[in-house]
């Protein structure tokens, strides 16, 4: 299996998240891809490639254009507008607020633009989050190319953001690109997001759909972010009816239960004619995660890996979350040599 990754990630390392009412070093940080790499090349994994540039046709496609122009010249806008550290949403369009009008002022686009203001933005996080993104595409072509699987390693993560927003530490929806560049290709795709926290993102880009089916295990929305997307009543919505999957799972869920879901959502996905994966590798399901209440052990991603791999489809892995530093190279690796061992 090929592992596309790019240094550039390292460009994006805001050095405050706002949680629990204070300033901390934000979870989502660069050592958490050093721990993925090491483990990588500890078993034997270390065909790791550098993706080369983003191919802007595929994410202009899929995602609004005044969004990507926006995060693209974020940066200079808000230095130049005198302010002195990183962009952090200071307020965001609630009910009964203009969702049609976009702000002239900058701390006004920042918080049009965020649904999470968890989520900083820095001078190189546009190119960070290209580099994440090319990295899951070129993982796409890797696989079109007859591979049976290739593992993007992205960071930032991508499944929280939008067509048109980021947040939950996600600024381009690598996944749903992924997904995307195979669907226009021609195949039946599936998406199956295993992080802890619902796939919002790439729910509300595919939901109308009908060519892309999304399933999602994770935290039960009422007790987690996103809060507000996740329920198990979101089916789909026109075309796309039937072909949305959320199974949410309460606090201390622990692997019987977890994977009796993974088994139904494989099962959904093998019935509805899926010749294609996308799949989201979260791994903060663990249950030392700092922001989960999920209880799956190490191990237990091994087996995950090979449940994924009996549908026996050619398969885009794409990095997500997965916070618990030290562990997080085992679980994200556990994953892979299941699937590879199957």
Known sequence: MKIWFSEDHRLHFPQAELSGGQFVTPYERPSRIEYVLGRLKERGLKDIRDPGPMDTGPVG??????????????????????????????????????????????????????????????????????????????????????????????????????????????????????????????????????????????????????????????GAPEDVYPYYLGFADETGRGAGEGANLNLPMPPGTGYDRWSQALDLALARLRDWGAEALVVSLGVDAYKDDPISFFRLDSPDFLDAGRRIAGLGLPTVFCMEGGYAIEQVGVNTVNVLEGYLGA
């Open 61 to 218: 496609r899929l995602l609004d254009a005044g969004f990507l122009r926006f995060l693209e010249g974020a940066w200079a806008e808000w230095k130049a507008s005198g302010a002195a550290g990183e962009i952090i949403a200071a307020g965001m369009p609630a009910r009964r607020m203009h969702m049609d009008r976009i702000p002239r002022n900058i701390d006004g686009k920042v918080g049009y633009y965020c649904h999470a203001s968890e989520t900083a933005m820095t001078a190189g996080t546009w190119a960070a989050a290209c580099s994440a993104m090319a990295s899951a595409q070129a993982a796409v072509r890797d696989v079109q190319a007859g591979a049976g699987a290739a593992f993007a390693l992205c960071r930032p993560p991508g499944h929280h953001a939008t067509a048109d927003q980021y947040g939950g530490y996600c600024f381009l929806n690598n996944a749903a690109v992924a997904a995307d560049m195979l669907a226009v290709a021609g195949a039946r795709v599936a998406v199956l997001d295993i992080d802890f926290h619902h796939g919002n993102g790439t729910q509300d880009i595919f939901y109308d759909r009908g060519d892309v089916f999304f399933a999602s295990l994770h």
